[in-house]
């Protein structure tokens, strides 16, 4: 069978730092604000519905036990097997949220940790959806012909930003209105109590692989809705009157601290109201058309979702959109590896993979979305084996 033109993950891996955390051992690890228990935890939790979840924290000292560059680099090294080798990647793409620093980009670092001998780099920004850009870089260079052994992931590793000396204590009037309202509990409480930390890869190669299953990479679609509507969630700024951000060098350096500027945030009333129109239903008015999709064609849905708070919300607008797959086709793994943002879609990808669910003709939907300024990313795959077939 002919390949050319096409992009296959042939291996995917994680790397997930530390022993998982449970729900009553979160607040020791991130620690306490002003050495009082959180009142909001609790409630939160309740919303998002995740039991375990991952740090790169020492429980014991509170400091980092990894960098964000560190766990993309574990998670690549594990890419390895008898038919790849680490010194085979001709091209490096990774998407993050935070990376460890301003410059240089997260993925020369990522290639300085592995050691490996020169190649292309890439970083894309963003948000969630910025693992998914990286993953589109890496399925145009392979069908292209520009690379043989391409390495896209996606990482994590908010904890050290949410320990508990980057925050100030809740007051009471803020708990309150978290009890009385639970869409109130996505703000910074939400964020503190909701985003861990993991690492995810992909390696896409132009055939797929010699044992085992692959996955034909058909399409990835991003749309942004950045004309239409202003920062939803953001960090090294804070959200004027007027909707636009301030940015953290227009501080002066007493302020980053005081107004906590680096910390991520999340106009919670824009986020409920915007959310599911812009990332779900008006995506989902648009693909059809544009890739003849269909929804009974599809064996598996991933939803990256950040909480179960979200999942019926999900459902009932793909059912506006009218495009209906019934749960016992969707897949998410959030309940115990956590949201780990732009690693979550290699981390629910990896699990399935290596579940022994696939076999070669079922078809992948994975929607990604990104509330940062409302983008969506939706990727189409089709499971193969080693010699390209699929369902007849």
Known sequence: MNMAGKAFITNLSVYMPNAPIGNDEMESVLGMVNDRPSRARRIILRSNGIKTRYYAIDPATGKATHTNAQLTAEAVRRLVNAEFKLEQIDL????????????????NMVHGELGIPPCE?????????????ALKYAMYGIAAGEFKHAVSAGSEAPSSVMHARNFEAENDAHIEALESNGVLAF???????????????????PQPAREGISLQID????RSYANEQPACMYGGADKLEDGSLKGWPAYAPSEWAERSVFTLKQDVKQLNEHVMAYTVERPLRELPKLKNLKPEQIDFFLPHYSSHYFRERVREHMLKASFDIPYERWFTNLYTKGNTGAASIYIMLEELFHSGKLQPGHRLLCYVPESGRFNTAWIHLTVCDPVGGIRP
Do not use: Y
């Open 92 to 107: 490096l793409a990774c998407g993050t949220t935070f990376a460890d620093q301003l410059v240089p980009s997260h993925t």
């Open 121 to 133: 780099n890439i970083s894309t920004s963003g948000v969630c959806i910025s693992s998914t850009s």
């Open 187 to 205: 703000q910074k409480d939400f964020i503190r109590w909701m985003l861990s930390d993991g690492a995810g890869a992909a390696l896409i190669e």
């Open 219 to 222: 399409w990835i679609v991003e």
